[in-house]
């Protein structure tokens, strides 16, 4: 089967560097290896704490921007990280974009979600956060 990030790594545009010219994307928490796999850049990756003090300030910011503040730590924590971003909105899918240059977004396939999706399958599926012109 298929998954999104087998499409991201087949369409992606092609530049220098391991993520030049490649779009940004928002995904769920527990997809911790998508940048990995993808080869894309993503807003946050909730497993991969940084180690200096003010990068690890950012990633903080970055997960309570993209998956709401939660109570707990850890992957106790992550549960109710994943139920915020099921509940994913266009207006907060919005906000993401302008903050973090994200293009794309991997959301759960039963998240409601104005116009088609780039991809989807039994899980998840890709949209875009482009303003359609």
Known sequence: MVGPED??????????????????????????TFRLIAERPVVVDFTSIPLQELAMREWRRRIRDVYGDVPGGGFVAQHAMDANYRAMTREKAAQLSAEYRARFAVLDRETPWPGKPLYENGTYKAVSLETPH
């Open 7 to 32: 499409r991201r790594r087949r369409h992606r545009p092609m530049g220098q560097g391991q993520y030049a010219g490649r779009s940004r994307m928002d995904h769920p928490p527990e997809f911790e």
